[in-house]
């Protein structure tokens, strides 16, 4: 008993599964015949087993005496499943009745017609929401009328319609909301819901007031010669919306006549005035006055309407005729006229020139219109005479009679035309810039948008996708004609292999399973668009050997395909290497692919016309119109449409499942799985959680294979290579070349078998490289594509041929790291190399182990050398990555230097001026030159003044500024090879100087010269101040402000834990002397006037200034560096003291640090010249070369080191803060 339990377990899972199903789709308003049918027939496939086994039940309880309580359960559990079956079995049955009485389509849409004769596919009403305008009440009210006075409705469900009927968000629906949703609210919130929006006296005020904007727009622009049924219609909305309150003509005549009369245009009233005598001349008609004149206006209307008929009945406007001349010459036509031209009855009119260009197209379609702002525009119009709705000339927009439209405005008149589109013109003192192409980028994230708005998923997990039209594409024709002869041939040749009954096949179970349909007759004759295909045979292919490829690309010569009104979408598919690479990475190589992948994504009913084709009825020579339901293989938008569907799918999972679905969505590529994994249980698990994650968007993975020494001898193709499963290794498919000899060789039959060699690993690439080289060869020849190539090239291709087939032979092993097992031993190696043929790189990962050395290619490329002879190792060898060493390698004095300028500066005697800053890279020294204007010109003369006193540097690095690039590109027209031909460069090495610029909107590209552009603007700004300088005293006090800067501490020059002496700028400069001497503008100080004295304070205060504020910027260092490059043993910085000046601060050599129990460090140990002291961290100020920039040294670790005996807390120095210049700030004082 307890085996039947367990074995009928499963069964009633899947009965329940099917029922469910089957309920799904039923509720599905697609649903068709034959799918519900498959539903239906696997529920009582389902229900005949439950029952089966039921009844083995029966007997084993009787058998075993089961008691009563066990019985009645048995007969609960059988009982609610047969209950279920009995209410979906009713379901179907009502369906098949309904279907029999019409269409699918009448089903679906109107069951209630069932017994009418014509069934016809009526469009879907739109139920008109309410948003609580007053003059919506009477429309809206007319619709929700038939829902309230509906007795067969509950209060609830029309509680919600009310709800559903208005505009979200508005006052409407802010009143419905208002009310809790219940039985008993509703009759009070229709009430209040007529006290609101439906009084009367509301409605009458808001359509005389309509009236009133008639008259009053008439008033105000009395010429306006609008059209006459326009105003007609107008007014007939008016008035018969106040009949419907009650309004009526016999009551209140007297009071709208005269607001109608004033809306009318003079030309129409005076022809009122002259019809109205013979109006009151029958007084039996005891007609209103009212009346009589909307019963003329409607007589107006009809005329204007006969007016038109007469002048455009013939297809030709009066306008055109105009342009006709009435002698005819004889002339050969352009076009082939057709029958079709002479059955639709239209006259062939002269083309007609565009009024942009003057060129032979439509005005509309012009090129140059988008260049042109709209001002422009509409003055060449207005030069031309051309209408602004039709853009032809010879008659005004008023006038124009031309349907058209804008798709952004919605206006009447050309896109070319509208004011809402942005102008594509810059206006400005610059030229304009046009700005009138997408980047392909904004079409493929278009795309992409509008996928994932539009695609949906249905009942049953399966995606349901829009076509991604491209915006404004072309007309697409029928194509069944073409799709007809397409058909007529591949049906010959399907016959002549003998698989026509193959073919027939796969498109009866594609109509089984729903993947294809039928169309119906009564939309046979609708517009569609037809697609050719043919059969694709492989009979290497263990599942589909024959599968039917259609061509979406297939159009008449100039006309549009398919794939030409599709966006192809973004690509978002793997890269094939990539996945290759996981595939060789661990111990077990898997694989699997899925199941019809295209056909398991749905297409929208209304997209399916687009997607016909032409087949066989079976057994039958009548030709059948079908439509693909699913996406079409061979559409140009399906791989996207694929790629996206799985990426939305393995993207919207479950938190715990993320990683495996990020790992299941990068080894996929279109519809093949290929991975690797390091166990056998790794890879069940996988297999199981793939397949149940898969499936639940209708996609089946199956196929499933592994490499294992116990299967049999087997190969396989994984994206383009061979894999042998028994053995583990991959080769190259060579299945589809032949070494035949052919009987000429061409260079089209040369990149033919170039492109068969399919090697994305690239072990093959020193064989599938040569044939690229002939090929390029033979382009140096200028040779045609299908002229024989000369004999010398021929015979080698013929040679490199007839050795391809040994490519069989060469195998590589799938997992990288056979036969090891330890990580720490793996490197990996890249090699690159080039010749004038060829350049090539390659990886390889090195792995040590117990057994030996193992060396794997991981990766290789090769590629043809340019056609243009360019020198190997300038161009093609492998040129490293540019590093900071260029700029900081051993030079000369500025020798690689970085240039900025800083200013302006405002003189006495000259406007402005400019300081030139020169900063050697190496050893951070600076030189100031002063100019008076940032041209090119006057950089050049600064230049040539550095260079004098200075030497000339190999390198210069500087940011985009105008007056750089413009000497960069005067020095790109100096003739350097004549220069070292001269007299002068003869005993000289001439080189061109290199010029580094920096990106744009990058300045901390030149950080190391930067900084010191900051120290100079703020001294300065600090010293000068207000005052003004002439041209020659800033120059004095510029070279005294660059001899301070260069004599600023970078380093120590010693190790010698008692030397002590700095390492400057300036001992470079001058050979390791200093610049201080003697101030010879003191020597005869009492005949020195106050411009004297006041150039030496502003020279003396600059030195104070500058190394307050270079001491200042110095602490901050290492906190913008971090914790890694605080103070440690072995550092020489400067100690700072409140008793004594900062030039006096004394240097000293960091013995010791004492970290905190976090494990900061706090307070240090120092050495000076004069002892050994304590202070904290604070204190002590880094050099700008720090100990790290001049060597490393191994020092041995101390943890937790505690302040030496004898050393109390209160001599320790507490924190000093210091402002961001280098001041002391003092703490408050607190009052106790």
């Known amino acids: 008993m307890e085996d039947l339990r367990r074995q009928r377990a499963p069964i009633r899972r899947g009965f329940t599964k099917a029922v469910k199903t089957l309920e799904e789709e039923l509720e599905n308003e697609h649903k068709t015949r034959i799918s519900v049918q498959q539903m239906y027939n696997r529920a009582i496939y389902q229900r005949d087993q439950l029952n089966n086994l039921d009844r083995k039940m029966d007997l084993a309880l009787l058998e075993a005496q089961a008691s009563e309580e066990e019985m009645t359960e048995e007969y609960d559990a059988v009982t609610e499943f047969v209950n279920r079956f009995s209410d ?176 009318l245009p003079e030309d129409v009233l005076r022809a009122w005035e002259r019809n109205r005598g013979q109006e009151y001349e029958h007084p039996e008609t005891k007609k209103d006055r009212l009346s009589l004149l909307m019963e003329f206006l409607k007589r107006e209307v009809d005329g204007e309407v006969r007016i038109s008929m007469a002048r455009t009945g013939f297809g030709v406007d009066s306008t055109d005729m105009k342009r006709i001349k009435p002698k005819y010459k004889h002339k050969v036509a352009d076009e082939i006229p057709t029958a079709t031209e002479l059955f639709s009855g239209q006259q062939t009119l002269p083309k007609i020139a565009c009024i942009f260009c003057d060129k032979v197209h439509p005005s509309q379609d012009c090129f140059k219109a988008p260049k042109l702002s709209l001002d422009e525009k509409r003055k060449i119009m207005q030069d031309k005479k051309a209408c602004f709705v039709c853009l032809k000339p010879g008659h005004i927009s008023k006038k124009c009679r031309a349907n058209v439209r804008c798709p952004v405005c919605e206006k009447k008149h050309y896109i070319a035309l509208c004011p809402d589109i942005p102008k594509n013109k810059v206006e400005g003192e610059k030229k304009p810039i046009v700005d009138g192409t997408v980047s392909m980028q904004d079409l493929e994230q278009a795309a992409m948008d509008y996928f994932q708005k539009s695609t949906t998923r249905l009942p049953d997990g399966r995606f349901e996708v829009s076509l991604p039209w491209i915006e404004g594409h072309p007309a697409l024709p029928s194509h069944e004609d073409m799709s007809l002869r397409r058909l007529l041939s591949a049906t010959r040749k399907l016959e002549s292999l003998g698989r026509f009954d193959d073919y027939q096949k796969v498109f009866d179970d594609w109509l089984v399973n729903g993947i294809i349909e039928e169309v119906p007759k009564h939309e046979t004759d609708n517009s569609g668009h037809y697609l050719p295909h043919r059969a694709v045979i492989k009979e290497s292919s263990e599942t589909t050997k024959i599968r039917p490829v259609f061509d979406a690309s297939a159009k008449m010569k100039g006309g549009t395909s398919l794939n030409d009104c599709l966006e192809k979408g973004r690509n978002l598919l793997e890269l094939i290497p990539k996945i290759i690479l996981g595939f060789r990475l661990n111990q077990i190589g898997l694989t699997s692919d899925v199941e019809k992948a295209f056909l398991q994504i749905s297409v929208k009913r209304e997209e399916r016309d687009f997607l016909r084709f032409l087949w066989w009825e079976k057994g039958t020579k009548i030709v059948k119109k079908y439509r693909h339901c699913r996406v079409v293989f061979g559409v140009s938008s399906s791989p996207f449409l694929l790629a996206a569907s799985l990426k939305t799918l393995l993207e919207n999972v479950p938190e715990d499942l993320v990683d495996f679905a990020k790992h299941l969505l990068t080894s996929l590529y279109v519809d093949n799985c290929v991975t690797s994994l390091t166990s056998m249980s790794e890879v069940q698990h996988f297999i199981r959680k793939a397949m149940h994650m898969m499936s639940a968007a209708k996609f089946n993975l199956r196929g499933w294979l592994w490499n294992d020494d116990t299967q049999p001898e087997k190969t396989i193709p994984v994206l383009g290579l061979l894999w042998n499963v028994k053995k583990d290794v991959i080769s190259l498919d060579l299945r589809d070349i032949s070494a035949d000899d052919m009987e000429r060789t061409t260079k089209r039959k040369v990149l033919s078998f170039a492109h068969k060699l399919f090697d994305p690993i690239g072990f093959s690439s020193p064989v599938a490289l040569y044939p690229k080289i002939l090929l390029q060869e033979a382009w140096k020849l200028k040779i045609g594509w299908d002229t024989a190539l000369p004999e010398e090239l021929s015979t080698r291709f013929s040679h490199w041929r007839s050795e391809l087939l040994l490519l069989k032979e060469v195998s590589i092993p799938r997992w990288v790291f056979e036969r090891v097992s330890d990580k720490n031993g793996w490197s990996l190696h890249t090699f690159t190399d080039a010749s004038k043929h060829a350049y090539a790189a390659a990886v390889f990962i090195r792995a040590e182990s117990e057994i030996g050395v193992s060396v794997q290619l991981l990766q290789a490329k090769s590629r043809v050398s340019p056609v243009k002879q360019v020198t190997i190792p300038s161009k093609l060898e492998a040129i490293p990555a540019p590093l900071p060493i260029k700029r900081v390698r051993d030079a000369a004095v500025f020798e690689v230097v970085g240039i900025d300028l800083a200013g302006p500066l405002y003189l006495k005697d000259r406007p402005k001026a400019w300081v030139v800053l020169y900063t050697c890279a190496v050893y951070r020294a600076v030189h100031f030159e002063l100019v008076s204007s940032l041209s090119t010109e006057s950089f050049l003369q600064s230049l040539r003044r550095f260079i004098s006193r200075r030497g000339r540097p190999c390198t210069i690095y500087s940011d985009n500024g105008t007056n750089f690039i413009g000497t960069a590109n005067l020095w790109k027209n100096v003739d350097w090879e004549r220069i070292r031909k001269s007299e002068y460069g003869s005993s000289h090495v001439i080189q061109p100087i290199t010029w580094v610029f920096n990106p744009p909107s990058a300045p901390w590209w030149g950080g190391w010269w930067e900084r010191i552009v900051r120290i100079l603007k703020q001294v300065l700004r600090k010293v000068l101040g207000r005052a003004c300088l002439d041209f020659e005293e800033m120059m004095t006090v510029l070279c005294d402000s660059e001899a301070v800067v260069n004599s600023r501490p970078l380093t120590y020059i010693s190790d010698d834990i008692d030397d002590f002496i700095p390492l400057t700028p300036s001992m470079f400069l001058q050979e390791i002397r200093e610049v201080g001497i003697p101030d010879m503008d003191s020597i005869d100080a009492e005949t020195l006037n106050k411009r004297v004295k006041y150039r030496q304070k502003v020279r003396q205060h600059f030195r104070v200034r500058f190394r307050s504020e270079y001491l200042g910027m110095l602490m901050p260092i290492k906190k913008i560096r971090g914790v890694d490059e605080a103070i440690k043993p072995g550092d020489v910085v400067l100690v700072g003291s409140d008793n004594s000046k900062r030039v006096n601060w004394p240097m000293a050599r960091v013995l010791e640090v004492f970290p905190g129990k976090d494990g900061v460090i706090r307070v240090a140990k120092v050495k000076t010249l004069t002892g050994e002291i304590v202070r904290p961290i604070q204190r002590l100020y880094p050099f700008e070369v720090s100990k790290e920039e001049r060597e490393i040294l191994v020092a041995e670790p101390e943890v937790d080191k505690e302040l030496p005996s004898g050393l109390e807390s209160d001599d320790v120095t507490p924190p000093v803060k210091m402002s961001r210049f280098g001041r002391k700030i003092k703490p408050p004082k607190r009052i106790c």
């Open 88 to 263: 979906v079995d009713v379901q179907v049955r009502e369906y098949f009745d309904l279907l029999a009485c019409g269409t699918e389509y009448d089903v679906q849409s109107s069951q209630r017609n069932c017994n009418q004769k014509n069934q016809y596919r009526l469009p879907k009403l739109e139920f008109k929401k309410f948003s609580g305008e007053a003059k919506d009440w009477l429309g809206f009210w007319s619709q929700f009328r038939q829902i309230d006075n509906n007795a067969s409705l509950a209060p609830e469900d029309k509680f919600q319609y009310l709800i559903q009927s208005t505009v979200e968000g508005s006052k409407a629906r802010d009143v419905v909301e208002s009310f809790p949703p219940s039985s008993e609210n509703y009759p009070k919130v229709i009430t209040y819901f007529k006290e609101r929006f439906g009084k009367e006296e509301i409605l009458l005020e808001v359509y005389v007031r309509e009236l009133l904007k008639l008259v009053l727009k008439n008033v105000m622009h009395g010429n306006d010669n609008s059209s006459i049924s326009t105003l007609y219609d107008r007014l007939e909305t008016q008035l018969r919306a106040l009949d419907t309150l009650g309004v009526t003509s016999d009551k209140f005549a007297a009071m709208l006549y005269p607001l109608v009369e004033s809306c």
